[in-house]
């Protein structure tokens, strides 16, 4: 999975926002995937954070969704 991360000033501020970026998707997408019976949307491939401060998840079939710390999707 692909994660945009801006504005990291080291290697290291940079891995450990990816790291955190990756968990958080790995949540999101567990969590909308048992939403489902069936789950068409494929794997997530990009995360990144909106210019409102959202996190964002793009899925295989290009569709994407932002995500609230409640883990509540639109």
């Known amino acids: 999975m692909n994660t945009v991360i801006k504005g990291t000033k080291t290697i290291a501020e940079y891995k450990r926002v990816r790291e955190d970026m990756e968990n958080l998707a790995r949540a999101n997408?567990?969590?909308?995937?048992?939403?489902?019976?069936?789950?068409?949307?494929?794997?997530?491939?990009?995360?990144?954070?909106d210019f409102e401060g959202n996190f964002c998840i793009e899925y295989e079939s290009g569709k994407w969704w932002?995500?609230?710390?409640?883990?509540?999707?639109?």
Do not use: I, L, M, T
Not at 29 to 49: I, T
Not at 66 to 74: R, V
């Open 29 to 49: 997408y567990a969590r909308h995937k048992e939403a489902f019976e069936e789950w068409g949307e494929g794997e997530p491939v990009k995360a990144w954070f």
């Open 66 to 74: 932002h995500y609230n710390d409640k883990g509540e999707w639109w």
